[in-house]
């Protein structure tokens, strides 16, 4: 078939006959009536698949081309100076936070002992990179039914061991940066930003807008397939900071001191001529170690679908949007059996899903059990309290494992009585209410048993 093609021609066609055959098998299908409402779903077409198919064919399979564009599109985007890609948000989250143990930070850097202030409702990667570095988390609880840090408390956190704040925007919902931020700013704390369930959500700061994820020192991002967009597997960090970007890329790329890309030589322009350490002078730089580092980069495949994703991004963030409102809308006078979601002052959310909370007389386990049994597929607001999981039982035998600041009520309650639902950008208008209705039904069926 190709023998009187160019390898350019040959692509062509295969790239062709791809889009083809995306727009035949993978075209898109709304929802029918009667069909199980997923909480999240891939939204793609044929660009995708195309991308991957024209990375595949490269055969480069590590980060290359597409990796570049993605980084350097995605930080345009989101308006911050460096971005890294990463294989997925949890490592996002342990690159951001293991750069703040880098020595490059001098007396700034985090050591072990040191207090770093978080929430424990929230998803467990967002405190694991610390706990396993054996810095000692200091939990805090959360307002209801914003799901977020209570700030009022951000004072009776903070002692003479605090180095951080690392918190995420819960579900899309931004926490107080601005309260958040000078505090960090007043104690002299570094502020990381798991970003991984908000982009796209903006928050306004001295009259000026921005997206979540740039305000603090480092902010993170996760492409999982249920998240705002997607490459199958994949993440991001960013930052301002040079000097942190430096950290990052090396505790990414091996722990290395090069900067080179993956393929390429002498960028520096020194390889052989400098001394390190102890290391012998002229030592190949290729081969010289700053930090005790990892492999943490994603493919070009991933990168390959994930430049197509983003020029989709704006489109999805408006249908987020949309279907909240819808949502919220349409369960509105349900307010004395269940609580809807609140969003942050000042803030612009691009929400992840739809938190509900439910009343006292409304069981929780009833109503997700109805709801699922109608096609609702729903979620916990992922660990509820993350300190009375398993994974706590050694460190609550110890005596310096974490802290509690106050008795984290809310997060209790959370655990006891939230769950919450999708508003993916896949979602119809005829879906989402479908949502209410099933949802609306299990209340009310709750509440009479």
Not at 63 to 71: A, D
Not at 277 to 293: A, I, R, T
Not at 421 to 447: F, H, L, N, S
């Amino acid at each position: 078939m190709f023998e009187q093609m160019s390898e350019q021609e040959a692509r062509e066609s295969i790239l062709k006959q791809v889009d083809a055959y995306c727009m035949k098998y993978h075209g898109k299908r709304e929802w029918k009536p009667g069909e199980r409402i997923p909480y999240a779903s891939r939204v793609y077409d044929s660009r995708e698949m195309v991308n991957l198919v024209d990375s595949s064919l490269e055969f480069w399979l590590t980060s290359g081309r597409y990796t570049e564009e993605f980084e350097r599109e995605f930080a345009a985007y989101l308006g911050i100076r460096y971005c890294l890609l990463v294989n997925s948000g949890s490592s996002a989250n342990l690159l951001a936070f293991m750069a703040l143990t880098s020595p490059l930070l001098g007396e700034r850097r985090i050591q072990r002992g040191d207090e770093v202030i978080t929430v424990a409702a929230g998803f467990p990667t967002t405190v694991a990179p610390l706990v396993q570095f054996g810095a000692v988390p200091v939990f805090v609880d959360v307002t209801i039914p914003q799901y977020n840090i209570d700030v009022k408390m951000l004072e009776a956190a903070v002692s003479e061991k605090t180095k951080a704040v690392m918190l995420a925007h819960t579900l899309g919902n931004p926490f107080d940066l601005g309260r958040v931020k000078e505090f960090c700013r007043k104690n002299h704390l570094w502020l990381v930003e798991d970003n991984c369930d908000a982009l796209g959500s903006r928050y306004k700061m001295n009259g000026t807008w921005g997206f979540t994820g740039t305000f603090g020192d480092i902010g993170t991002s996760s492409f999982y397939p249920p998240h705002h967009m997607t490459m199958g597997e994949g993440g991001a960090v960013y930052t301002n900071d040079p000097l942190l970007y430096k950290a990052i890329r090396s505790l990414r790329d091996w722990g290395r001191d090069c900067i080179c890309p993956s393929g390429t030589d002498n960028v520096c322009g020194h390889r052989f001529d400098r001394q390190y350490g102890e290391l012998p002078e002229g030592y190949d730089h290729k081969y010289v170690y700053s930090h005790f580092g990892y492999n943490l980069k994603a493919t070009d495949m991933q990168a390959a679908v994930g430049c197509a994703q983003l020029e989709k991004f704006p489109l999805f963030a408006r249908r987020r949007r949309h279907n909240f409102a819808r949502l919220y809308q349409g369960l509105a006078d349900c307010e004395d059996r269940i609580m809807l979601p609140q969003a942050c002052e000042h803030s612009d959310p691009c929400w992840f899903g739809f938190p509900v909370t439910c009343r006292q007389g409304t069981d929780r386990n009833q109503v997700v059990q109805e709801a699922e049994r109608m096609g609702i597929q729903t979620r916990m607001l992922f660990a509820g309290n993350l300190t009375r999981h398993p994974c706590f039982d050694e460190m609550r035998a110890g005596r310096h494992g974490y802290r509690v600041v106050g008795k984290l009520e809310n997060t209790d309650r959370i655990m006891r009585d939230t769950f919450w639902v999708g508003v993916y950008p896949g979602m119809t208008d005829a879906a989402a209410d479908e949502v209410v209705r099933c949802i609306r039904q299990a209340v009310e069926q709750a509440g009479q048993e």
